[in-house]
C-alpha cells in the first residue's frame, strides 16, 4: 500500500475558559481532550461538530496552541473518501447530538444510529465515520456511537500509519522561530 496523503486529527484540550462541559469532558477523559476536528491539508479546512452549529467543514489553519495534532499516513484514495464523505455531511445539516454524546460514555451503542439516519451527531462520532468511509483499517471495527475524543485519540496513537506531521501553520512558525533548520517550503 502506497501512502501518499496526511490526514490531521486535531484533538482540543480545554482551558479554564472553555464552557463547563468542555472542561468536565476533559477532566473525564484520559487524554484530557474534550473535541476532535479533521483537517483535511489540500483544502487547509476542519471537518466537526461544535454545539450550536452544523456539521461541516470550516476553513482553519489549527494555530490554536490547546490542539495536540495526531496524523496519519492514508493512501490518494482513503483521503479522497474522506474528504468526499465530509462534503456530503456538510450538505446534511446534521445538528449536535447532547443525549448520543452523553450515552458515548456510559452506553454500549449498539442501537444507536449513523448520523445521516438521525440527523445528529458529535464530533468525535462522525470524525469515525469519516475515518471509516475513507477504508482506513485502525477506524473501520470502531463502533462511532462510542467514540469519545480520548478514545479516538487512543486509537489514532496507537496506529502504525501514525506520523511526526503538523499543519502548514505551524510548519512555517518553527522554520521562521528557527526551531527547525532546514530549507523547507510549504
Given at each position: 500500500?502506497?501512502?501518499?496523503r496526511?490526514?490531521?486529527?486535531?484533538?482540543?484540550?480545554?482551558?479554564?475558559?472553555?464552557?463547563?462541559?468542555?472542561?468536565?469532558?476533559?477532566?473525564?477523559?484520559?487524554?484530557?481532550?474534550?473535541?476532535?476536528?479533521?483537517?483535511?491539508?489540500t483544502?487547509?479546512q476542519?471537518?466537526?461538530?461544535?454545539?450550536?452549529?452544523?456539521?461541516?467543514?470550516?476553513?482553519?489553519?489549527?494555530?490554536?496552541?490547546?490542539?495536540?495534532l495526531?496524523?496519519?499516513?492514508?493512501?490518494?484514495?482513503?483521503?479522497?473518501?474522506?474528504?468526499?464523505?465530509?462534503?456530503?455531511?456538510?450538505?446534511?445539516?446534521?445538528?449536535?447530538?447532547?443525549?448520543?454524546m452523553?450515552?458515548?460514555?456510559?452506553?454500549?451503542?449498539?442501537?444507536?444510529?449513523s448520523?445521516?439516519?438521525?440527523?445528529?451527531?458529535?464530533?468525535?462520532?462522525?470524525?469515525?465515520?469519516?475515518?471509516?468511509?475513507?477504508?482506513i483499517?485502525?477506524?473501520?471495527?470502531?463502533?462511532?456511537?462510542?467514540?469519545?475524543?480520548?478514545?479516538?485519540?487512543?486509537?489514532?496513537?496507537?496506529?502504525?500509519?501514525?506520523?511526526?506531521?503538523?499543519?502548514?501553520?505551524?510548519?512555517?512558525?518553527?522554520?521562521?522561530?528557527?526551531?527547525?533548520?532546514?530549507?523547507?517550503?510549504?
Amino acid at each position: 500500500m502506497s501512502f501518499q496523503r496526511v490526514l490531521t486529527l486535531a484533538f482540543l484540550r480545554p482551558t479554564a475558559e472553555d464552557p463547563f462541559l468542555n472542561r468536565m469532558t476533559g477532566i473525564l477523559s484520559s487524554h484530557n481532550v474534550c473535541h476532535v476536528e479533521l483537517h483535511f491539508d489540500t483544502i487547509n479546512q476542519c471537518f466537526s461538530i461544535v454545539y450550536g452549529e452544523h456539521a461541516g467543514l470550516r476553513l482553519k489553519n489549527l494555530s490554536n496552541p490547546n490542539y495536540e495534532l495526531v496524523s496519519i499516513s492514508v493512501t490518494t484514495q482513503q483521503y479522497e473518501n474522506c474528504l468526499q464523505f465530509c462534503r456530503l455531511a456538510s450538505q446534511w445539516q446534521l445538528e449536535f447530538d447532547d443525549p448520543a454524546m452523553y450515552r458515548s460514555y456510559f452506553c454500549p451503542g449498539c442501537c444507536e444510529p449513523s448520523s445521516s439516519a438521525a440527523g445528529r451527531t458529535f464530533c468525535s462520532k462522525i470524525i469515525t465515520e469519516a475515518l471509516q468511509h475513507a477504508g482506513i483499517p485502525d477506524f473501520i471495527n470502531l463502533n462511532p456511537a462510542v467514540m469519545t475524543p480520548s478514545r479516538l485519540m487512543q486509537v489514532a496513537l496507537r496506529s502504525p500509519c501514525r506520523l511526526c506531521s503538523s499543519v502548514p501553520f505551524k510548519c512555517n512558525a518553527m522554520i521562521q522561530s528557527g526551531v527547525v533548520a532546514v530549507n523547507y517550503q510549504l
